[in-house]
Nanobody, 115 residues
Framework: QVQPVESGGGLVQPGGSLRLSCAVS????????MGWYRQAPGKERELVAR???????KYTDSVKGRFSISRDNAKNTVYLQMNSLRPDDTGVYFCRTEFPDMTYWGKGTLVTVSS
């Protein structure tokens, strides 16, 4: 399986935190970039954060200062740490990995922020 696999979603109260994981089956050293996207109910999929290997990371304005991307090379895993969660962060979160020859999407993990 070459699709990335997301995990870590769940139900959390407003103000809480979650850490999403994206397990990458190909070596992340050969990855050009990866991104986290989300799709809220009834809305289009949107970019949350995208990092270019060896370069910069960009975050959508609504998550700046609250979300951060990190990676564990030994585990071939990329994380999205989400703090100070708000109800409008609710949605299915997808991992997208970009390699020189192919781009892959995971199937997503559901995050629900609600009291």
């Amino acid at each position: 399986q070459v699709q990335p696999v997301e995990s870590g979603g769940g139900l959390v109260q407003p103000g809480g935190s979650l850490r999403l994981s994206c397990a990458v089956s190909r070596s992340i050293f050969s990855m050009n970039a990866m991104g986290w996207y989300r799709q809220a109910p009834g809305k289009e999929r949107e970019l949350v954060a995208r990092t270019i290997s060896g370069g910069t990371t960009k975050y959508t304005d609504s998550v700046k200062g609250r979300f951060s991307i990190s990676r564990d090379n030994a585990k071939n895993t990329v994380y999205l740490q989400m703090n100070s969660l708000r109800p409008d962060d609710t949605g299915v979160y997808f991992c997208r990995t970009e390699f020189p020859d192919m781009t892959y999407w995971g199937k997503g993990t559901l995050v629900t922020v609600s009291s």
